[in-house]
């Protein structure tokens, strides 16, 4: 037998030779657009403009995350331009290509290409195709390992007239190291994508929150779902269960989809009296309602939109479908979305529902089976998912209004007399931010705690790559309150995220000057920060030490930079910006409050006690870590700052 060489090939050790050759050798800069022009690269049409833009342009959302102080910005004159911007020829000499990308994402219309012998070989887009979003750029990476050798060109493309008509590119560079961050998609709940104190599926698609109930210590989450895909379809009611509104347990799907049709959204009750004859052992009767929404699959062929009822007499293990549904056959068009409430001084149910257009039914029953239509209402603006409670006002409790919410979250104000809704006020815009639906609030939480909690559907996020595909917003308790303005709602997330408080960063009295990072060296994903701010119009005496002068100027802005996403506050207009959204908030006292919940795809703001909220999403760098806070046009004085660094509710 011939022993095995310990020598290697001379072919082998030159092909390691190379390969130590290549990992060592340095990055090619193809383009970083910090010229005055474009150089060799050649445009078409109008929308590259004469040059690299510095930054953001007229009438375009704040551009961050490019490199230096230039970058190519196809939204010159707005997104109706169109035109190309190609590279002279470039020769492949290393694995990848690596670049900087913002923009829309309009494939083959607002991308980047390579090209080799006149094909596209690679592509990429931008991250946006909806109103909302980010104009932030990001690292993408093309491995280009077997083209090492050949000759390309770069052609940067924008034929796209619409929303989001325009892409931005950055640093492109020809390098052995890849820069796009790889996605984690293992464990479960800790993948790169996951949220970590909002409530997501184990898989699958969500949407609308349903049947919020609260009974036996358990706060029940119903969910539109799509157990067998991650895309809206085959809608079923998931369900989850917590007993403290921050960790939660996915249960199994709780109503499925029958000849009726697929289970729309709906609401859920404790009936207490036991109104329905369902009541059968220890346990009080839960029962949903929710909409039948014939048609939308092949078994409910031909059948319309009804609205149906089932019952659980196991805490919300199991249900029954009521054999005699539909309850409220078909009223006209997509009927559906119904939310029931009980009426005390009537002894009745309320069902208020969504009928078509603009229009919302009110419907009376004594036992959840017979429904008498009582009225309409028309409500300009708001479609879909309407909720209906009785709420005190600056929480007193002889002095109550009853409030309704559509979809949107925009809210009427009135009175309600078991037959009549009489809005006197409204409708308000409960939120500001991008991501923001299907607002519903609990039933029968006990009088002892009192609260209305709400929790939204934080619609159009995005989770590249993820097992599951969108989440809901954190839960926030309702306040009714008498501003200046008139009735207003006020929104604030429950005291219960203080169950995830971790390190606490604390200052107080501290003047921040122009230039000055109060936050500088805190890093993270999860925070929950707490800021009271003072920014006119009392401003110190002229005698007063310069360090000691606040801001109340027009100049002055505050901005919390938190994972490369900037919270502004300007004073010039009394504005407060997250996420390319804006909303009005004046000071209060010479003073703002600010209230942020960060998480890893997610953003909510909360301004003056709640009077504003902006729920947003965003897909920040996974590398994209820190925090900062600074003040642009003059110093200005911290009253109160606090930073806490939060846990994953999943890892508990």
């Known amino acids: 037998m011939t022993r095995p060489s310990t020598t290697l090939p001379l072919c082998a050790l030159l092909a390691f030779a190379g390969l130590a050759q290549a990992s060592q050798q340095g990055d090619i800069l193809i383009a970083d657009f910090e010229g ?3 150089g060799a690269w050649k445009t078409t049409g109008g929308a590259f403009g004469p040059g690299p833009a510095r930054g953001t ?8 995350g490019y490199e230096g102080k230039g970058l190519v ?3 010159y004159k707005g997104d109706g331009t169109t035109g190309t911007l190609t590279s002279p020829p470039l020769t492949i000499e290393r694995k990848y290509i690596n670049f900087l990308i913002g923009g829309g994402m309009h494939p083959g219309k607002t991308c980047i290409n390579l090209l080799v012998d006149g094909k ?57 190291k890849r820069r796009q961050q790889e996605i984690v998609t293992t464990p479960l709940y800790h993948e790169t994508y996951r949220p970590q104190f909002h409530f997501t599926p184990a898989r699958n698609w969500t949407n609308d929150p349903n049947g919020l109930v609260y009974y036996q210590g358990e706060y029940h989450l119903f969910f539109q779902h799509n157990p067998k895909g991650i895309n809206w379809g085959n809608m079923t009611w998931g369900h989850a269960v917590s007993r403290d509104l921050v960790h939660w347990e996915q249960l199994a799907n709780a109503i499925e989809p029958d000849r009726l049709g697929t289970i729309f959204s709906g609401s859920a009750v404790v009936d207490w009296n036991d109104t329905a004859g369902f009541g059968k052992g220890p346990e009080k009767p839960l029962v949903a309602i929710y909409t039948s929404a014939g048609g939308t699959s092949p078994e409910s062929k031909g059948q319309p939109f009804s609205q149906s009822i089932a019952c659980s007499l196991d805490r919300g293990r199991t249900w029954t479908k009521y054999e005699k549904n539909p309850v409220l056959p078909h009223v006209v068009g997509q009927n559906r979305d119904p939310k029931v409430v009980w009426h005390g001084p009537t002894r009745q149910w309320i069902m208020t529902l969504f009928k078509d257009g603009n229009v919302y039914g009110f419907f009376a029953s004594p036992d959840l089976k017979r429904w008498t239509h009582l009225h309409d209402i028309t409500v300009p603006g708001c479609g879909e998912c309407p909720d209906f409670f009785e709420m005190p006002v600056d929480g007193e409790p002889n002095l109550k209004k009853w409030v309704w919410t559509a979809a949107n979250g925009h809210y009427l104000v009135g ?53 599951f595909n969108q989440q809901m917003s954190f839960p926030c308790e309702l306040k009714l309150r008498s501003l200046s303005e008139g009735l207003r709602i006020c929104r604030l997330p429950v005291k219960e995220i203080e169950l995830l408080r971790g390190k606490e960063h604390s200052w107080g009295g501290r003047v921040v000057q122009p230039g000055e990072d109060l936050l500088a060296g805190i890093q993270g994903e999860l925070f929950d ?77 909360f301004g003056n006690d709640g009077r504003v909220s902006m729920t947003s ?33 999943w890892s508990q």
């Open 73 to 75: 910005n196809s939204f």
């Open 617 to 649: 999403c965003f897909l920040p760098r996974t590398d994209a870590k820190a925090l900062a806070f600074r003040a642009t046009g003059g110093p200005v004085k911290i009253a109160s700052l606090k930073v806490y660094e939060l846990r994953s509710a």
């Open 36 to 38: 005055r022009d474009y």
């Open 415 to 467: 009175t309600f007399d078991g037959k009549r809704f009489v809005p006197e006020t409204g409708p308000h815009q409960a939120d500001w931010g991008a991501n923001f639906y299907a607002v519903q609030t609990f039933s029968d939480i006990p009088p002892s705690d009192g609260r209305r909690i709400q929790i939204a559907w934080m619609n159009g996020g995005k989770y590249p790559g993820m097992p």
């Open 57 to 64: 342009l007229p009438s375009q959302m704040d551009v961050s």
């Open 529 to 605: 920060i707490r800021a009271e701010i003072e920014v006119g119009p009392a401003v110190p005496a002229e005698n007063a030490p310069r360090a000691e002068r606040t801001a109340g100027k027009a100049g002055l802005k505050v901005s919390f930079i938190l994972r490369g996403e900037p919270v502004t506050y300007n004073l010039a207009d009394k504005k407060l910006t997250c996420l390319g959204r804006s909303a009005v908030l004046g000071p209060v006292n010479g003073r703002i409050k600010l209230r942020i919940l960060l998480d890893r795809t997610s953003i909510e703001v």
């Open 120 to 176: 596209v070989v690679r592509t990429a887009t931008g991250p946006n195709d909806r109103p909302g979003g980010s104009e932030r750029l990001d690292w993408h990476s093309w491995d280009v390992s077997d083209l090492i050798g050949r000759q390309a060109v770069i052609q940067i493309v924008d034929q796209e007239t619409g929303g989001w008509g325009h892409v931005n590119i950055d640093h492109i560079v020809q390098s052995n």
